[in-house]
């Protein structure tokens, strides 16, 4: 008998109720919807009926009594469970009337008018005490947590928040602790079930607390009983949240730990707190201050297949630097027989928009060819280094504004150039060695462009 | 592993348990299944991959090409990296019970005693990083690494730690990281293999070259060896009297046939050896250009410290940046000799060691510089590191003392560095107790190193997958986080 005894049975079995608590919902529909068909094909489908709704009164009784047994362990809110108790008990009572009207085939009239008003009176029943039910497991706003914000309203439900993604204007508990929340720990932390007597749906509630008491000491993460709680070792009795849910991420966690620690605050912007480069990364991961690179704002439209094969045929090799994306990474093979020509470039500026890697590096290139390289306006990334490239061939180069990465070692660049690179606005590395380049150029390029970095080599 | 073996390893591969169904004539139930699941169904084949290599890169990669300086027999973090005053105190003394209690080492025995380091550490660059003596070149590129102290494995002997760190997974069988990859990016330079080996120290790692082996991704995925002297590839040049025009008309031919085999058979396996014949004939010229060290100038070679000829990682690291430098997507370096257990001079903390570090740490230290200023380290990765870590306890095999310092093989902590390829420079990654025992702040496992690489590259290690014996594989099986502290 030990065993009965160190283990919850109660629990062991109420939990089957969530399971079983199908069946008569099942029987019920199956026998209203038979009632329905016999009614409509005049066919005879009463023993059928019949003991649908027996079963159903079977399945709802041992249902009943694994309900009790599971709401025994409390947690629940106390009005939705009384009415989704009530409601069941009431319906399979009349659901036991329905069985013994259709066992009796000698009809009396008040049985006879009654008999579809009992039937209509149970499914009304069976549906309050389904979605009550449903909301006891999920959480009453689970249902509708994606519909359409009309829908939301004509439910009486709060409008979704637009979240602010913004980094200067979000609110730190309204966009990033209160979403972590509500998509990891409410389920079970709502309104209707609130597991541990704890709720985490709003400040008043967090900072009650539950059963066990406070959950958040401000300032102290370490003796916060919430953040004790979601970084024990997994496999913990206390560890939240509970076996068979999504754990956070390490950056919600971090997170969580970052805004209790500054005070948990409710109604404070992101940015009245202490950041630093690791939360900001973090804040990134969940949405908050994410820049759209410059990449990422060009809107262009795809290259044709067509074009793409023709670039290649000119012995380029071409691809999209992300699956799917407009722009497109280019390479001529230094192992070509034939030399990079007019045509040849002709050709890939059907693509002068999308290109935005190019690489060039160790093909020996004519001044008069360099002008089109100044008109792949979009280049982010743009690599020559070894192709006999002179001061007067990088003039063609001064109006790439997006350039960030520039490789330009092993030319015969001299200081004459200093003039034409400080013109390249967005640059943000620079290749240099076995240039003619100076000590001083170098300087002088840095002094106007201080974001840059030149490598210069050994 | 020899032909035969190789070829009925290969059939065990594909032989299903929908074979047994097949094959079995007792199998009724596999009978009755098949006509209520329809026969598509219950017997499908497995030559559908599901995955298109088309889907990658999925994000903006900040790599795009990987150079992984594997260190086979697993260096001492102790005496290179990991710096630990406290175990200095304590050597010579009896390793605590507690730490003993419950594990599995490879040698050790009984109680063994603590082993302090056996080299000094220094404080350099600006992160004021600790190296060990035994890396002067090394320490002067600290600030463009990463070093990553708190790695851990799930393997204690070589072969399955190393095959592990290189598939994913301890068992042979499974694709390596570098067919991975190019699988799903294919190479650069359409006339060099996508992936290439280069293999020093004396021995091949002791996982042999199912290390390299492509599993079940198609067969031109495998990562292809390079000699070091003679042919780089083995019967690459033709033999006399087959000049390149004849090569060229009877790989026609034998094209041909497989082609029209193909046609009738619909094996996938056809089309990879059509390919793999293409690559051939191009290799034959590209692979002696490339892999010709003569070529470079003296001061780089001086830089690495190679020697024509010779089958050492300063040749290799010279051959990897020339490697990558023409679009070789993959390359993998293996440098056998690490295991310093102590039972030799060789294979001595003070001595053994010491040698090791030299060969490699003026090379590796070169092919960090050397990248760099050719503007090639911004989207090349490379990765250095063994398949596990050395016990802060000295070995005591068979419960003696050994002739001279050695250590375990050790699980729990160790440390690689990655630099380029987005990663940080200047950083250290993670921290081990006192005593370089345990990671006890950032772990990272190993196939949350293999999601970090696969994301340089842009490739979301969990949505990267091939189907195969009826369900879809990864390289980091169902484990992996990307780490992102570690990136730009």
């Given at each position: 008998m030990t065993f009965f005894l160190e283990t919850d049975i109660v629990q062991f079995f109420g939990r089957f109720h969530a399971m079983l608590v199908h069946l008569p919902i099942g029987f019920i529909i199956l026998a209203v919807s038979f009632e329905l068909i016999s009614f409509k094909k005049k066919v005879d489908l009463d023993l059928a009926i019949t003991y649908a709704f027996l079963l159903g009164v079977i399945s709802g009784i041992v249902s009943i009594i694994l309900g009790?047994?599971?709401?025994?362990?409390?947690?629940?809110?106390?009005?939705?469970?009384?009415?989704?108790?009530?409601?069941?008990?009431?319906?399979?009572?009349?659901?036991?009337?329905?069985?013994?009207?259709?066992?009796?085939?000698?009809?009396?009239?008040?049985?006879?008018?009654?008999?579809?008003?009992?039937?209509?009176?149970?499914?009304?029943?069976?549906?309050v005490a389904g979605h009550n039910g449903g909301n006891l497991t999920h959480g009453s706003t689970y249902l509708l947590e994606h519909a359409p914000n009309s829908i939301r309203s004509l439910a009486g439900m709060k409008p979704v928040r637009e979240r602010v993604t913004v980094l200067d204007s979000a609110l730190v508990f309204e966009d990033v602790i209160h979403p972590i929340f509500e998509s990891k720990c409410n389920v079970c932390h709502n309104d209707d079930k609130a597991k541990g007597e704890l709720l985490l749906i709003d400040e008043e509630s967090i900072l009650k607390g539950g059963e066990n008491g406070e959950v958040i000491v401000a300032g102290e993460s370490s003796k916060s009983e919430l953040y004790r709680r979601i970084t024990l070792d997994p496999n913990h009795k206390e560890f939240m949240p509970t076996e068979g849910r999504t754990p956070l991420t390490n950056e919600e966690t971090v997170l969580i730990q970052w805004w209790i620690d500054e005070g948990a605050a409710f109604d404070k912007k992101v940015v009245e707190l202490n950041l630093t480069d690791r939360i900001k990364n973090y804040l990134q991961e969940v949405g908050i201050g994410l820049k759209k690179t410059f990449l990422e704002s060009l809107d262009l439209a795809k290259i044709e297949e067509k074009t793409i094969d023709s670039i290649q045929s000119a012995g380029f090799k071409v691809k999209s630097i992300i699956n799917e994306s407009a722009l497109l990474e280019a390479s001529y093979s230094s192992y070509s027989k034939e030399q990079i020509s007019q045509s040849k470039f002709d050709v890939l500026l059907n693509a002068k928009e999308n290109v935005t890697w190019l690489n060039l590096a160790n093909v020996p290139m004519e001044t008069s060819l360099m002008t089109n390289i100044g008109q792949f306006k979009n280049l982010t990334t743009l690599r020559i280094n070894n192709a006999n490239i002179s001061d007067e061939g990088l003039k063609y180069?001064?109006?790439?504004?997006?350039?960030?990465?520039?490789?330009?070692?092993?030319?015969?660049?001299?200081?004459?150039?200093?003039?034409?690179?400080?013109?390249?606005?967005?640059?943000?590395?620079?290749?240099?060695?076995?240039?003619?380049?100076?000590?001083?150029?170098?300087?002088?390029?840095?002094?106007?462009?201080p974001e840059l970095k030149i490598i210069s080599g050994e | 592993m020899d032909l035969y073996n190789e070829s009925q390893k290969r059939k065990l591969e594909f032989t299903t348990r929908r074979h047994f169904l097949k094959q079995c004539t007792t199998g009724l139930?596999?009978?009755?299944?098949?006509?209520?699941?329809?026969?598509?169904?219950?017997?499908?084949?497995?030559?559908?991959?599901?995955f298109d290599p088309k889907n990658v890169p999925h994000f903006l990669p900040k790599a795009k090409r990987v150079i992984y300086l594997h260190m086979a027999g697993a260096p001492?973090?102790?005496?290179?990296?990991?710096?630990?005053?406290?175990?200095?105190?304590?050597?010579?003394?009896?390793?605590?019970?507690?730490?003993?209690?419950?594990?599995?080492?490879?040698?050790?025995?009984?109680?063994?005693?603590?082993?302090?380091?056996?080299?000094?550490?220094?404080?350099?660059?600006?992160?004021?990083?600790?190296?060990?003596?035994?890396?002067?070149?090394?320490?002067?590129?600290?600030?463009d690494v990463a070093i990553v102290k708190s790695m851990h494995t799930d393997e204690f002997n070589h072969a399955p730690a190393q095959l592990l760190l290189q598939?994913?997974?301890?068992?042979?069988?499974?694709?390596?990281?570098?067919?991975?990859?190019?699988?799903?990016?294919?190479?650069?330079?359409?006339?060099?293999?996508g992936y290439m080996v280069l293999v020093s120290?004396?021995?091949?790692?002791?996982?042999?070259?199912?290390?390299w082996g492509s599993g079940f991704l198609p067969s031109e995925y495998q990562g292809v060896q390079c000699r070091?002297?003679?042919?780089?590839?083995?019967?690459?040049?033709?033999?006399?009297?087959?000049?390149?025009?004849?090569?060229?008309?009877?790989?026609?031919a034998i094209n041909d046939i497989n082609e029209s085999q193909y046609k009738e058979f619909n094996d996938d396996e056809t089309l990879s050896r059509i390919a793999q014949y293409e690559m051939a004939f191009k290799m034959q010229i590209s692979v002696p250009e490339v892999m010709d060290v003569s070529k470079e100038p003296d001061y780089i070679k001086d830089m690495y410290g190679a020697k024509h000829g010779e089958a050492s990682f300063a040749n290799n690291c010279l051959l990897a940046r020339r490697l990558v430098e023409q679009g070789v997507r993959f390359v993998q370096l293996y440098h056998w000799g690490w295991d310093m257990h102590g039972d030799s001079k060789a294979t001595s903390l003070d001595q053994g060691l010491k040698t090791k570090s030299e060969e490699v740490d003026q090379p590796m230290t070169a092919l960090v510089k050397d990248l760099k200023q050719r503007g090639l380290l911004d989207d090349t990765l490379i990765v250095w590191g063994g398949e596990f870590g050395r016990t802060p306890m000295r070995e005591n095999r068979g419960g003696v003392v050994m002739p001279y310092y050695g250590r375990d093989h050790h699980t729990e902590a160790y440390t690689i560095w990655m630099a380029g390829g987005g990663i940080k420079g200047g950083i250290s990654y993670g921290e081990t107790d006192e005593i370089g025992y345990y990671g006890i702040k950032d772990k990272v496992h190993i196939h949350d190193l293999q999601a970090t690489i696969l994301n340089q590259l842009g490739i979301n290690h969990e949505k990267?997958?091939?189907?195969?014996?009826?369900?879809?594989?990864?390289?980091t099986d169902v484990h992996g986080r990307v780490i992102k502290d570690l990136i730009v």
């Open positions: 009790l047994m599971l709401a025994s362990d409390g947690g629940y809110n106390v009005d939705t469970l009384n009415l989704h108790k009530w409601t069941a008990i009431i319906m399979t009572l009349i659901t036991f009337l329905l069985f013994l009207i259709k066992r009796k085939k000698k009809d009396i009239l008040w049985k006879k008018k009654s008999y579809p008003v009992l039937v209509s009176v149970v499914v009304v029943l069976l549906f180069l001064t109006d790439l504004k997006h350039l960030e990465h520039l490789n330009i070692y092993g030319n015969p660049i001299t200081d004459a150039s200093v003039a034409s690179l400080q013109k390249l606005s967005g640059l943000k590395k620079l290749y240099v060695w076995k240039t003619g380049l100076t000590e001083a150029g170098m300087t002088k390029i840095k002094d106007s462009l | 139930g596999g009978i009755a299944l098949s006509s209520l699941m329809g026969p598509q169904q219950l017997f499908a084949t497995n030559t559908n991959p599901s001492s973090q102790l005496e290179l990296f990991d710096y630990k005053p406290e175990l200095k105190k304590l050597h010579d003394l009896d390793c605590p019970k507690s730490l003993l209690e419950g594990k599995r080492f490879a040698f050790i025995q009984g109680t063994p005693k603590m082993l302090g380091p056996q080299f000094d550490f220094k404080q350099y660059g600006q992160s004021g990083t600790y190296i060990s003596d035994a890396l002067p070149h090394f320490s002067q590129i600290v600030d598939t994913g997974s301890a068992r042979s069988g499974r694709p390596s990281m570098g067919a991975w990859v190019t699988y799903g990016l294919g190479s650069e330079n359409e006339n060099l293999p120290g004396g021995k091949n790692p002791s996982a042999g070259k199912n290390a070091n002297s003679g042919d780089p590839i083995l019967y690459v040049s033709n033999p006399n009297g087959m000049s390149r025009d004849i090569r060229r008309k009877s790989l026609k990267f997958t091939y189907n195969f014996q009826g369900r879809d594989f990864r390289l």
